[in-house]
Structures are given as structure tokens and as C-alpha cells.
């Protein structure tokens, strides 16, 4: 079955199931406790892991030795994750982060500084030199990336997903970058600004690559004549059967003229945007929100917000803490959480080895790829022995 076909729109669903909703409907975080059937999970009602920097890849030796002149702590910049694909596919990764820079006319990446003082020619490929947003993670210093273009990283997630239509929602976790003043005075690349004007390219570029079927947007979690807070906390997330085969952009950075340049032109709860912003609670957009220490105090923070109905994402590991010991207590504090997206550097066995370790960031064996939250997933929905997703 396609995907056009197996989804036909969270907005329309969502819609159609409100007489089924008036207890939800009425009581604040009631969508997350109501007892219900497996086909009623919601997709915030589970958890799954996600990836740190999804598109990293180190730089060559020869910059690597440039880097430790430069900046003392470069050696937390040395790991390299696999393809999107082979994420998504084979170490069971359900949530990818991407560092996006904004090339209106194409080129402005395309010969880093420290590239050039290692006596290297700039990085093949025509992609560098192509007008579109670019992913990377520090602009003239720390530029590998396994997928320059941002159209080209999420035709690589769309391609896998549409092979994979069955797949629990996928967030794709953006920060939106800008060039280090440093390394401007040094003669590298100025990044435009943010302005609300780029934040609509930017839209448009995600809309390009996914159609609406594809995805869950605010407007998809909004409900009329009320915010997307009152909305998430009074009838909570799509069901996770409507949104499967679909994936929902949410935006890292807190800054706040960003964040008031995406909500500008009467846009406060997101209406007409692809992004759910990082929101404290209160705001008319309040859905989803960054906790990425899940320690301590964080741990019960996330917990909270989960409980009422927030969308959360938090870090099982940062930066090479756990990577050279191998401990593994701040993993099962993010697990425990409830946060629904945890990020690591390290999802699959041996790549902390070069640290000294075994530590790898993973769901506990056999509960699948996507397993029930641990606070939020109602008992009924999540017979034992069966994940959302295997």
C-alpha cells in the first residue's frame, strides 16, 4: 500500500475522530492517561532513539592537526555517523538531527579555511557550489558532512521512508546555523541572517522535498479556534496510526528574535509553518521542547512536561563523557524520562571503541525500534511483546 494511500492526512483524521475525544477534549493532559486500545496510541506516547550531528562525518589529518592549534576541546569533533540510510535502516534510528546554513546563491561553503591552510584543494562535488540551505556543523573549520544540500539529506530520508511506509513518525531535529565572527575576521564565509524571509525558503525547501501526506505539521495538531498549546495539552498528538510513514520537523535553536522572525506576520502557534518551535510552556506555540540534560533535576523536568503532553528531546550522552567511561546512567535517566526523542553519537556497538569503551546508546533488547513510553503510553495500547515498531 502507498503511503498516499495508507495515510490519508493527519488533519483530516484528527478531525473526523472529534466526537470520539470530548473527555480529552475537556481535562488538560488527559490524552496522554486515557485508557485505551492499542489502535489509540498516540505518536507522543512512545520513544525511540535518534542520532547527535546525524550527517558528521571528522576531517581529514591533516586538518585535525590544524584544529588542536586552534581549539582545545577539537577532539570532541571526532566521530563519524553512517549514511542516513544505513542509520534508518540498520542501527535502528528513529530521529536525525541536521545543522543547516542558509547558500541563497550557492558556493558560499565551498572552500573552507581550514582546508585551504592544510594545503588541500576545496571538497569535491558540485553540491558545495549548488543555491540551497547546506548542512554542516562549523562553517571553515568543522565542514564534513555525508550530505551537503539539505534537499539532498531529506531525499535520502524520504526515499528510505517511502521503502519503509509502515515506520513510526520520524522528528528531524534542525538547527539553524551561523558563521563563527571568528572565523569571518579570518577571511572565511558570512552567513545571511535568519530573517523571516529565509525562514520561508526554508519552508519551502522542506515542503519541496515532502508532501503534505508526509508529514506532521502544526497544523496538523492545531485544532480551530484555539493555540497549538491548548490544543496539544487539551486533545494530545495525532494517533501514531495516522502519522506512520510521516516525519515532523522541530527546530533546536531557543534564541528568541529567531524564533519571533518564524512566528512573525500573526503566526504565533505556527500556522502555515513545517517547524514546531523549542517553546517554554505558556507560549501560544508551546508543543515541543529541548531538556538535553536528563539528569538530576532535568529528569523530572522532562518528566513533567511529557506527562502533560509535550513533545521532548533530551541527549543520553555529551560530549565523550560516557563514550571514555561507559557508563550508562545518564542513558537509562534519559530513558526513564519519557523523553521521546534521545539522541546519542553513538547508536550502534564499536564506535566508542577509539575512546576506550563499549559504550553504545540503545533501546533495552526486545523492545523493538520504537518501544511504549515509559510515562506517557497507556497499559492497554502496549500489550507486552509488542513494540510500535519492530
Known amino acids: 500500500m502507498s503511503r498516499a494511500v495508507g495515510r490519508v492526512g493527519v488533519r483530516r483524521r484528527v478531525a473526523l475522530g472529534l466526537a470520539g475525544c470530548l473527555l480529552v477534549a475537556l481535562v488538560p493532559g ?64 528513529r530521529g536525525i538531527e541536521l545543522d543547516v546554513f542558509p547558500d541563497p546563491e550557492g558556493g558560499l561553503y565551498a572552500d573552507p579555511l581550514i582546508r585551504r591552510a592544510a594545503g588541500l584543494p576545496p571538497p569535491a562535488g558540485p553540491e558545495w557550489r549548488k543555491p540551497g540551505f547546506k548542512v554542516l556543523h562549523w562553517a571553515d573549520f568543522d565542514y564534513r558532512t555525508h550530505c551537503v544540500t539539505l534537499r539532498g539529506c531529506l531525499r535520502q530520508v524520504r526515499d528510505w521512508s517511502q521503502r519503509s511506509p509502515g515506520h513510526a513518525p520520524v522528528p528531524v531535529l534542525l538547527e539553524l546555523k551561523r558563521t ?9 564565509a558570512v552567513s545571511p541572517p535568519w ?33 497549538l498549546e491548548e490544543s496539544v495539552l487539551r486533545h494530545g498528538w495525532p494517533r501514531l496510526a495516522e502519522a506512520r510513514g510521516s516525519v515532523m520537523f522541530l527546530m533546536d535553536n531557543d534564541d528568541a528574535s529567531l524564533q519571533d522572525a518564524y512566528r512573525a506576520g500573526g503566526r504565533e502557534s505556527l500556522q502555515g509553518r513545517m517547524l514546531f518551535t523549542d517553546a517554554e510552556p505558556g507560549r501560544p506555540d508551546a508543543a515541543f521542547m529541548k531538556v538535553n540534560d536528563p539528569t538530576g ?20 550522552d555529551e560530549p565523550l563523557t560516557q563514550a571514555r567511561g561507559g557508563g ?26 577509539r575512546y576506550g569503551s563499549d559504550y553504545v546508546a540503545e533501546l533495552p533488547p526486545g523492545e523493538g525500534t520504537v518501544r511504549c513510553n515509559p510515562v506517557t503510553a497507556p497499559p492497554r495500547a502496549c500489550p507486552r511483546g509488542h513494540p510500535p515498531e519492530r
Open 297 to 316: 533535576a532535568g529528569r523530572e523536568r522532562i518528566r513533567k512536561l511529557v506527562e502533560r503532553g509535550y513533545y521532548v528531546r533530551t541527549r543520553s
Open 195 to 227: 530573517d523571516t524571509a529565509m525562514l520561508d525558503a526554508l519552508d519551502a525547501e522542506l515542503r519541496e522535498v515532502f508532501p503534505e501526506s508526509a508529514t506532521v505539521t502544526p497544523d496538523d495538531v492545531r485544532r480551530a479556534g484555539e493555540t
Open 180 to 188: 563563527d565572527p571568528e572565523w569571518e575576521r579570518r577571511g572565511g
Open 328 to 353: 550508562t546512567g545518564r542513558l537509562r535517566d534519559a530513558l526513564a524520562s519519557g523523553a521521546q526523542m534521545v539522541s546519542t553519537d553513538f547508536p550502534v556497538p564499536g564506535l566508542a571503541a
Open 30 to 93: 488527559a490524552a496522554a492517561q486515557a485508557p485505551s486500545g492499542a489502535g489509540a496510541l498516540r505518536m507522543n506516547q512512545v520513544q525511540a532513539m535518534a542520532t547527535h550531528n546525524s550527517y558528521h562525518r571528522e576531517v581529514s589529518f591533516a586538518e585535525q592537526r590544524l584544529m588542536a592549534r586552534h581549539d582545545p576541546g577539537f577532539g570532541t569533533l571526532l566521530y563519524s555517523h553512517a549514511a542516513l540510510p544505513v542509520q534508518l535502516e540498520r542501527q535502528r534510528v
